[in-house]
């Protein structure tokens, strides 16, 4: 059972030197219960997707088009903002936004953070109530008591990003999104961020996450699916397995002999880099967005390719058309 659907999603930035097509066509779903994971290189439309799945756009980002679908069929961007605001962000979509670190307000103590964060859903909740799930959520996510009488200041690296997921997991929303919650930590951070939300999953606080990183590799220890993109366009999506093992887009291709893995048999394959670099997409390339670094690239390619399946992986390339 889909826990969240995306329909064609078109997004752009509208700036004065023209529009940047950040995200387009983007359609795929989101399982009850799935670790969704999202990769491609810098620049691809992870952060922007993250954003217009939250319906945090703001300008100058503005929506398009498509639908995003919840599991009941409600179109999430035909609600008026006042559902968005009490029934939507916060409590069936959140967002552990990027740079995480720094998305606390310094001259706040957390525990006033985390008072706004109730009252805009639970404006008549008590101080002591507030108090009592702020506790608890804290408690959840390895964090003592004492950190909500913090500034972010007096916080590491690593308690910031607790604090962060502890704040958008409050409302325990079915869908959280973490948009590169584990950059700029050491290893033994990271694998502490990758527990928090699996354990949050298994608790039952987070029904479904989409795990936004370019790092395949941390891919690979938490999610069930993978989303490739590449230049604001969904390139293939497919079991974690199928898409590091078996990819089959180009740049999937390209893409693989990147990650580092203990399989034998991998780990004697040659690192490599793709020839060429992402287009503008103040003007992206007619039809397929790889064409021009594409080695498989044909006359057929300056048409937009579709989404097509190809066993238990959906792939948009040419290469695979009947």
């Not at 790092?215 to 069930?224: G, K, S, T, Y």
Request: proline share 7%.
């Amino acid at each position: 059972m889909s826990v969240l659907n995306a329909e064609n999603i078109k997004a752009y930035y509208h700036l004065l030197d023209g529009d940047v097509q950040a995200l387009e066509d983007a359609t795929f779903n989101l399982n009850k219960g799935e670790i969704l994971g999202i990769a491609g290189e810098s620049g691809c439309g992870k952060s922007t997707l993250a954003a217009t799945l939250s319906t945090i756009i703001l300008p100058p980002l503005k929506l398009l088009g498509g639908k995003l679908l919840t599991e009941n069929g409600d179109d999430i961007f035909k609600l008026p903002e006042r559902t968005l605001r009490r029934e939507i962000r916060g409590k069936y979509v959140a967002l552990v936004p990027q740079s995480a670190m720094n998305a606390l307000n310094p001259t706040k103590r957390i525990r006033d953070l985390v008072t706004d964060a109730i009252n805009a859903h639970y404006p008549k909740m008590t101080k002591q109530e507030v108090r009592d799930t702020a506790a608890k959520r804290f408690e959840d996510v390895g964090l003592p008591f004492r950190v909500l009488e913090s500034y972010s200041f007096e916080l590491s690296g690593g308690m910031k990003q607790r604090t962060v997921i502890a704040l958008s997991s409050l409302m325990n929303p079915k869908v959280l999104i973490a948009d590169e919650p584990t950059s700029a930590l050491d290893v033994s951070t990271q694998k502490t961020v990758l527990t928090l939300l699996l354990d949050l999953r298994k608790k039952g606080i987070v029904q479904s996450v989409i795990f936004i990183t370019h790092d395949i590799a941390v891919l690979r220890q938490i999610a069930d699916r993978i989303v490739v993109m590449y230049a604001g366009i969904i390139v293939e999506i497919g079991t974690v397995d199928d898409i590091i093992f078996n990819p089959l887009h180009p740049y999937s291709k390209g893409l693989m002999p990147t990650v580092i893995v203990p399989e034998p048999e991998i780990k004697k394959r040659a690192i490599s880099g793709i020839p060429g670099a992402p287009p503008n997409l103040r003007n992206p390339p007619k039809g397929c967005r790889f064409l021009p670094r594409c080695a498989y690239a044909t006359s057929v390619c300056h048409q937009e390719p579709p989404l097509i399946t190809v066993k238990r992986t959906v792939v948009r390339c040419w290469l695979y058309a009947k």
